[in-house]
């Protein structure tokens, strides 16, 4: 699975940012999709994530409330919504592919669940 994110920028503190994330992969319907962060230095943390159907969806605490995650199956994207975003969301944002093996699988916070990832996009949020 090849995933291409894009959409980053730099911003003002308030402003917002639509991030895309596009994979050609005609089997994303069978993936959980997760966006992750990571600052240089640090290790690389989860930000959102999403179930094939979109209908269940988790989120960091830092994020909740601000960032919204969705997917178009058929357009085999996902896509994380920044709003109200402020100093401490600048970091590299990835987008990665988590294959679903099991029934009622949950969704996964751990970067090494995920099986694909995408070439991160740069978000710069100046105060």
């Known amino acids: 699975v090849q995933l291409q994110a894009f959409g980053g920028g730099l911003v003002q503190a308030g402003a917002s940012l639509k991030l895309s994330c596009a994979t050609s992969?005609?089997?994303?319907?069978?993936?959980?999709m997760g966006w992750f962060r990571q600052v240089l230095g640090k290790e690389r943390e989860f930000v959102a994530a999403?179930?094939?159907?979109?209908?269940?969806?988790l989120y960091a605490d830092p994020v909740k409330g601000r960032f919204t995650i969705s997917r178009d199956n058929a357009k085999k994207s996902v896509y994380l919504q920044m709003n109200s975003l402020k100093p401490d969301d600048t970091a590299v944002y990835y987008c990665a592919a988590e294959s679903i093996r099991r029934w009622k699988q949950p969704l996964a916070v751990i970067p090494s669940n995920y099986d694909y990832w995408g070439r991160g996009t740069q978000v710069t949020v100046s105060s």
């Open positions: 999403i179930k094939p159907t979109g209908g269940l969806t």
């Open positions: 992969e005609a089997t994303f319907r069978s993936h959980h």
